[in-house]
Structure formats: structure tokens, C-alpha cells
């Protein structure tokens, strides 16, 4: 068996060329900031890949780079009052603080200072919430993405098991009921010792971790769809997911990276700043 390449960029093209027309249609094209706390390499990858697909649809970008090589001395002060300054800003529809963020800063006081109503990747306290009480609410745009790279496969999902393996417990909660709500029954487990026994039970294989081919092929299921939502920077310009390309061989479908899941991320979040924009106007 060799897998099916699911093609996220393919995909985001289409949909970005939808957007584009609809947002076209404005009073006002719609304005994203994006908060950049730090050096890290993936970051600034996802910064400039949404840049660009800003300029393709018609959105004004605006990016704020805080604890870098600019302002290597910031405050979680400072960087909270540039919050609350997008905030009150009247042009700013959508507003994110690109993740991860350095261990010194309390990253969950730093993202629920943006008002859920500019709250595009749906991360804040109180989008989670709804979300998860099925109210009307900002959805993250990764976990529209995931859903969208599974669906876009064509296959019976009802009654499966899907397999999330992530470190950040904080979002699991939502991307478990999203995935429930395609039909699959969900546990949520981390990369720790022995974990190789429930990915290998996965009809639905998501991978959220962070770690350069973690996933090998004698962890995988044959057959299994796999969605390798890693990004891994290991040098020359050169990326990683964290699933080895080895698995597949054995998968039915599966994710490249670069590629993959993050094109598909990279126009929701395009597409919550437009719901977000003509909510405002």
C-alpha cells in the first residue's frame, strides 16, 4: 500500500480563491495583526505563509515582533498593552498571538487578553467555552483544518477511532469534540512511554506533538488515515513533520509537510477574519 497524498495546498488554493471574491464584496477590506513573541523558526514560517495569503485575498496584514532580535527586552507588560492596543483599533478585525509562546511568559493571561470577539484562531476562555457547549463561536482555525484534510478523503468515518496525539492539553478538549462530531470516537493521549499501543489502534491518526518523525511505521495501523500536523525546523531551510515518511507505506492517506495541514490552516484562519470583518461592519 502507498498513501494517497492528501493535498492540503490544492485544497487552500480553491478555497482562497472563494474568499478572495467574497471579500471583494466588503465595504472594507478586513485587517489581521499578528503578535510574534520570540525566534522561534516554525513561528516565523506560519507569519510569513499568512502574510502572503493575506495579500492574495485582499486582507491588510499587520505584524508585531516582540522578544526577538527586536525588543529582546520586552515585558509581558509591554506585550499586553500591544493587546489591548489591537484591541481598541477600529481597522483590526482578527487579531492572534502566534504560539508557542517562551516559557517565561504566561501564555494563557497573554491570550485571553484579546477580545473574543477579534479572537481569530478561537483560543481564548470564552470561544473554547461556547465552542464546546455547542454555541455559536470563533473556531481554531487548525481544528477546521484537521477536519477539513479528513474529510476531504471521501471515507466512512462513523464508528472509527481517531487517535490525537498532542502535548498541549489546553486545546485538546475542542479538537476531540470536533473530530467526534465527523462520527469518530476520540482519545486524546500524549507521546509518553508505551504510547505506541494506542496510535496502533488508530482508524484516524492525528499527530500534534512537535517531534521530528516521532511516529514510525511499526506504530501505525495499516490502512489508517494520518494527519501530521508537525512542523519541525532542523536546519538549511529544511522542515520535518512528525510523522516519518515511512509511514506511508502502510497508510492509506496521509499529510505532507510542508504542504499538508498547514495551507488548510493558514485560509480558515483567512476565513474567520472575514466572518469576523463583516460581523464588524
Known amino acids: 500500500m502507498t498513501a494517497k497524498i492528501i493535498d492540503g495546498k490544492k485544497i487552500a488554493d480553491n478555497l482562497l480563491l472563494e474568499?478572495?471574491?467574497k471579500i471583494k464584496k466588503l465595504e472594507r477590506a478586513p485587517g489581521l495583526a499578528v503578535v510574534l513573541i520570540g525566534e522561534d523558526e516554525a513561528s516565523k514560517l506560519y507569519v510569513r505563509n499568512k502574510k502572503r495569503a493575506c495579500h492574495k485575498v485582499g486582507i491588510n496584514f499587520y505584524?508585531?515582533?516582540?522578544?526577538?532580535?527586536?525588543?529582546?527586552?520586552?515585558?509581558?507588560?509591554?506585550?499586553?498593552?500591544?493587546i489591548d492596543f489591537l484591541n481598541n483599533d477600529p481597522e483590526i478585525?482578527?487579531?492572534?498571538?502566534?504560539?508557542?509562546?517562551?516559557?517565561k511568559f504566561d501564555t494563557e493571561k497573554i491570550i485571553n487578553r484579546i477580545k473574543p470577539e477579534k479572537d481569530v484562531d478561537g483560543f481564548c476562555e470564552v470561544n473554547k467555552n461556547k465552542f464546546l457547549a455547542g454555541d455559536e463561536g470563533v473556531i481554531s482555525p487548525l481544528i477546521q483544518a484537521i477536519s477539513e484534510a479528513i474529510k476531504s478523503?471521501?471515507?466512512?468515518?462513523e464508528g472509527k477511532m481517531a487517535v490525537v496525539v498532542s502535548n498541549n492539553e489546553a486545546y485538546s478538549q475542542t479538537r476531540?469534540?470536533?473530530?467526534?462530531?465527523?462520527?469518530?470516537e476520540v482519545k486524546i493521549i500524549k507521546p509518553e512511554k508505551g504510547f505506541e499501543n494506542e496510535t496502533k489502534k488508530a482508524d484516524v491518526l492525528v499527530v500534534i506533538a512537535g517531534q521530528s518523525n516521532l511516529i514510525k511505521k511499526s506504530m501505525v495501523k495499516d490502512g489508517a488515515?494520518?494527519?501530521?500536523?508537525?512542523?519541525?525546523f532542523i536546519?538549511?531551510?529544511?522542515?520535518t513533520g512528525d510523522v516519518d515518511l515511512a509511514v506511508a507505506e502502510i497508510a492509506s492517506y496521509i499529510t505532507p509537510v510542508p504542504g499538508g495541514v498547514g495551507p488548510l490552516t493558514v485560509v480558515m484562519l483567512l476565513n474567520n477574519v472575514y466572518e469576523m470583518a463583516k460581523n464588524h461592519q
Open 63 to 82: 505584524d508585531y515582533y516582540c522578544g526577538g532580535a527586536c525588543f529582546s527586552d520586552i515585558t509581558e507588560e509591554k506585550i499586553l498593552e500591544t
Open 235 to 239: 536546519g538549511e531551510n529544511k522542515w
Open 93 to 103: 478585525d482578527g487579531m492572534i498571538v502566534q504560539l508557542p509562546i517562551p516559557k
Open 19 to 21: 474568499l478572495r471574491q
Open 225 to 232: 488515515i494520518v494527519i501530521d500536523v508537525g512542523t519541525n
Open 176 to 184: 476531540k469534540k470536533d473530530l467526534e462530531q465527523l462520527g469518530l
Open 153 to 157: 478523503t471521501g471515507q466512512n468515518l
